[in-house]
């Protein structure tokens, strides 16, 4: 079985500072990876995902993210925030060929100006 | 435009009423899916349906039910059984790229039951 650990609820950062997200995954098969972002009352939208190949992986908006095996870990990092960046962020792993998602508990980050 | 709608973005109701929530996606997708969100719990799986006429129980089924008559369309329904009802509710749609089942979301519905 699959599981997410996002570390940290709340992450707060300020405007133009390195943004970092932290996420661990447990699975007992390759995993697939994937961050998702949701703004508040809307549904979430797909930042990133890790399948196969390169382990450094960028995504929209400026985010990549990198899986690191040894550490069961797909941080989620943006070099500098932007204030339009403040949001909730899902990390969620289904094995391959797997057809369900499991999600973490979210983290929402908040941009101070 | 393609994508997934879902209707309506509010929804009230009082206690001891079944309620329909729905989601419709053009996106030519096989399997769609339900999730409820609460704060800081994350997504949690109610139904999903990977072909039409077909659907399994996800992690917490009890208290709704699904159909999936149409490959584009998964109407959910909260009976008066679910104890608990109000929470936001996400539809999502995927198809396999690469073997990976990427989900795609629709804009979500808040259920209040009162």
């Known amino acids: 079985a699959q599981s997410v650990t996002q570390l940290g609820s709340h992450v707060s950062v300020s405007e133009g500072a390195l943004v970092l997200l932290r996420c661990n995954y447990s699975?007992?098969?390759?995993?697939?990876l994937f961050w998702y972002v949701q703004y508040p009352n809307q549904g979430l939208q797909l930042l990133l995902k890790?399948?196969?190949?390169?382990?450094l992986v960028k995504g929209i908006n400026g985010f990549e993210a990198e899986f690191k095996k040894s550490e069961t870990s797909f941080h989620l990092t943006k070099p500098s925030a932007h204030m339009s960046d403040a949001a909730e962020y899902f990390c969620?792993?289904?094995?391959?060929?797997?057809?369900?998602?499991?999600f973490g508990a979210g983290t929402i980050l908040r941009v101070k100006s | 435009d393609g994508g997934i709608t879902q209707s309506p973005k509010y929804l009230f109701r009082k206690e001891g009423q079944n309620v329909t929530l729905s989601c419709e996606q053009n996106?030519?997708?096989?399997?769609m899916y339900w999730y409820r969100q609460d704060p800081g719990q994350g997504l949690r799986l109610i139904y999903y349906?990977?072909?039409?006429?077909?659907?399994q129980k996800g992690d917490i089924a009890e208290g709704y039910s699904v159909s999936r008559e149409k490959k584009e369309s998964f109407p959910l329904t909260v009976t008066s059984a679910q104890k608990n009802p109000t929470a936001f509710y996400l539809c999502?749609?995927?198809?396999?790229?690469?073997?990976?089942?990427?989900?795609?979301f629709g804009p979500g519905t808040r259920l209040t039951v009162t």
């Open positions: 999502a749609s995927s198809i396999a790229i690469q073997g990976s089942y990427e989900q795609y």
């Open positions: 890790y399948t196969t190949g390169a382990t």
């Open positions: 969620a792993v289904t094995p391959e060929y797997g057809n369900k998602l499991v």
């Open positions: 699975s007992s098969v390759p995993p697939y």
């Open positions: 349906s990977q072909i039409v006429n077909d659907f």
């Open positions: 996106l030519n997708h096989d399997a």
